[in-house]
């Protein structure tokens, strides 16, 4: 389905019931960010703030479920778009024997051809109004979070193209605004938008660049999916939609741009000059990305529709809007993934706490042995998929939806010794926990059955374990820097428990790891996560976003080889901060995500005239108690 525009997709969204309109001012400083964080943590509706303080209201969470993200790609289900691709896949590389079954194709060749974007003459309706004096600073741009370097566009589609071939690249990189008519662009070297700029600066040239807000809702999609390179993105925006994408010249830059966006800022970097400062962000995972440099992006127009609304999104600690957009990737590039590179694989799944890139779970048709580790081999070849800190992969017969499903297969079916690999490679930016920014460890997890050759002991078949709880007194008493056990997951026949740890000297967590697999409680859990001691580890899908930022696998981990061959192999891991003092670790760390006390407080205050219903307390009271001491970089203690 292809929205007219934005506005569009906000009636569509208020006739389903899945928005609210906050007619009472709110400050984009830190406010809507806090009130958005309490309704996209209980999966609420999107929200229309009209009262912004500026002539725009702004829009947020509107993809923030599985029901609203479906309704933006135009679809009841996800996994309708994963068939689709499929069968056209099928249908355009299968043989064709005669004349007849390539006449039959022409039909489907025309629709595809239907779906390629166009550039039309004259303006667009995002060109209705032209801002004499452009000015970014007239929208409502927030400032998320207390440490953020100032305020951010966060929902931008930044449009570039390679100045040797003009192929046009679309992504989406986020905007510190320092000015009017300045802002960086935050663009990671590994992304096309950054190598077009490498371009620019060999040929001595300025960079046209154009940022579009608004329009259907599918371009917001689109620019973050991980297409090849050189794909146009939206060549996918027009099969999603099932129109094509119209775009019209922009006024001031050599740059083609959607007609129906609400908003477009054009501007051009110029690689010569030297980059700004530009952070700290509170970013998706959870925990503030840190000041560092980026190109200076100078406004020359902006151009917007009458009664153009501003889309504006947070991330923070999940679960967030943009985890529902993860999903849609999931869904929609299984497909191309099966088909083109690893047809093994039945389904994938990126948990909402594994924050995209941290963690993976792949379910395949196993068939000989070594064949987990082939997929694993494969897929961390294979585009994004290379940031990848940790993949597991099990079954087909495995609901890999099913946390617990997952995690009971992976207790019953790993033997730590000999079914856990490690490696080494890149790693996405925002990984604070690799010693070297952008490189770093990786784990891979062969949870399924194994054939004879795979096994530790040839024809060993495990058998179901039945775990006692642990005795916490006992074991706080025996190794005193134990602040807390969450040994919850026994009862589910999941070997794997959670402690928290005050760490104080060097090389403590391996030590203390050594100790407990020697302890009577522990003889028969295969897996122990460590965690520092503010961390509320009875909150397992906390415990288990702050492990999986904290690690580096294949420097954290400890495998305790079985004592005999009947015994059970152990792996502990060590989740908690790395500092200098006790880990050698030289970069900084930085903090996680809350909201200030005294913004809490005004939004409990305000909370009964914004019309969302029943009261929902703020998720950073839980998150204040775990903060370190310092700002976005955590002091040393």
């Known amino acids: 389905m292809a929205y007219k525009n934005l506005q569009h997709f906000i009636d569509t969204l208020e006739k389903k019931g899945e928005l609210v309109r906050i007619k009472e001012y709110v400050d984009p400083r830190l406010e809507i960010t806090e009130i958005t964080d309490r309704v996209s943590k209980k999966y609420g509706p999107a929200l229309l703030f009209e009262n912004t303080g500026t002539d725009f209201p702004l829009l947020i969470n509107s993809m923030g479920n599985y029901k609203r993200m479906c309704l933006a790609l135009g679809v009841k289900n996800m996994d309708d778009v994963t068939r689709e691709i499929e069968t056209l896949f099928k249908e355009l590389t299968g043989p064709k024997d005669n004349i007849l079954d390539k006449l039959k194709m022409l039909p489907r060749l025309g629709k595809i051809a239907s779906w390629m974007p166009k550039v039309i003459s004259g303006k667009g309706a995002c060109q209705e109004v032209v801002m004499k004096d452009p000015d970014i600073t007239r929208f409502p741009v927030l400032t998320c979070w207390p440490e953020d370097g100032g305020p951010f566009v966060t929902l931008p589609v930044i449009h570039t193209k390679d100045p040797r071939t003009g192929i046009r690249n679309v992504g989406m990189y986020r905007m510190q605004v320092f000015g009017p008519k300045l802002t960086a662009m935050h663009w990671h070297k590994h992304k096309v938008s950054a190598r077009h700029f490498n371009e620019y600066k060999k040929l001595g040239q300025r960079m046209p660049v154009a940022v579009a807000l608004g329009g259907d809702p599918v371009y917001t999609y689109c620019s973050t999916a991980p297409l090849p390179d050189n794909i146009d993105e939206y060549m996918l925006a027009g099969f999603l939609r099932k129109q094509r994408v119209e775009l019209v010249q922009c006024l001031t830059q050599d740059v083609q741009v959607p007609a129906d966006a609400d908003i477009i800022i054009e501007g051009y970097i110029d690689p010569e000059e030297d980059h700004i400062l530009e952070g700290p962000f509170g970013d998706h995972t959870g925990y503030y990305s840190l000041a560092d440099y980026y190109p200076k992006f100078h406004i020359t127009a902006i151009t917007h529709k009458k009664n153009a609304v501003y889309p504006a999104t947070i991330v923070g600690i999940p679960p967030q809007e943009d985890a529902w957009i993860g999903k849609a990737t999931e869904r929609i590039f299984l497909a191309p993934i099966k088909m083109t590179m690893v047809p093994e694989i039945l389904d994938m799944v990126l948990p909402m706490e594994g924050v995209f890139h941290n963690l993976v779970i792949v379910k395949i048709k196993k068939e000989y042995p070594g064949q987990a580790l082939k997929v694993m081999n494969s897929l961390w070849g294979a585009g994004q998929m290379m940031f990848t800190k940790m993949m597991v992969v099990v079954d087909g017969d495995v609901n890999i939806h099913d946390n617990l499903a997952v995690a009971r297969h992976i207790s019953a ?225």
């Not at 190794?479 to 959670?498: A, C, H």
């Not at 409990?604 to 700002?631: A, C, H, N, T, V």
Request: glycine share 6%; charged share 30%; proline share 4%.
């Open 413 to 637: 079916h790993v033997d730590p010794e000999t079914d856990i690999i490690f490696t080494q490679g890149p790693m996405d930016i925002l990984d604070h926990a690799c010693t070297k920014p952008s490189f770093g460890g990786k784990m891979g997890i062969d949870a399924t059955r194994k054939l004879d050759e795979e096994l530790r002991i040839s024809g060993y078949k495990p058998i179901p374990q039945i775990f006692a709880s642990a005795d916490k007194d006992e074991l706080t008493t025996l190794f005193p820097e134990i602040t807390g056990i969450n040994d919850s997951l026994l009862k589910y026949g999941i070997s794997l428990v959670f402690v928290s740890v005050k760490k104080e000297r060097k090389g403590q967590v391996a030590e203390l790891n050594e100790k407990l697999f020697k302890h009577e409680f522990f003889r028969e859990i295969k897996v122990v996560i460590y965690l520092e001691h503010t961390v509320d580890i009875a909150h397992i899908a906390d415990a288990v976003w702050r492990f999986s930022n904290n690690v580096d696998p294949r420097r954290d981990s400890f495998i305790i080889k079985a004592a005999d061959e009947r015994s059970v192999s152990h792996i502990g891991l060590d989740g908690t901060r790395k500092t200098k003092e006790l880990d050698g670790f030289s970069r900084d760390w930085p903090n996680i995500l809350a909201s200030r006390p005294e913004t809490i407080e005004h939004i409990d205050k305000l909370w009964d005239k914004l019309g969302l219903g029943e009261f929902i307390s703020s998720p950073s009271r839980i998150y204040l108690k775990q903060l370190y001491r310092g700002g976005a970089v955590v002091e040393e203690d």
